[in-house]
Structures are given as structure tokens and as C-alpha cells.
């Protein structure tokens, strides 16, 4: 899921840069 998100940034996909604040998502 982690290794996922790091090559498919998919701001819909609820994962935990999603959890995180993420600058980039403001």
C-alpha cells in the first residue's frame, strides 16, 4: 500500500500521506 502510494500519488486514494499533513495536498 506504502510502496503504492509512493509511485501512484492518487490524492483519492485514502493512505498515509493522507493522514499525514501533507503540504502538497493543501
Same mark, same amino acid.
Given at each position: 500500500? &506504502? +510502496?503504492?502510494d509512493a &509511485?501512484?500519488?492518487? !490524492?483519492?486514494? %485514502?493512505?498515509?500521506?493522507?493522514? +499525514? %499533513?501533507? !503540504?502538497?495536498?493543501?
Amino acid at each position: 500500500m &506504502v +510502496a503504492k502510494d509512493a &509511485v501512484n500519488k492518487d !490524492p483519492d486514494e %485514502p493512505t498515509l500521506k493522507d493522514l +499525514a %499533513p501533507n !503540504p502538497l495536498r493543501s
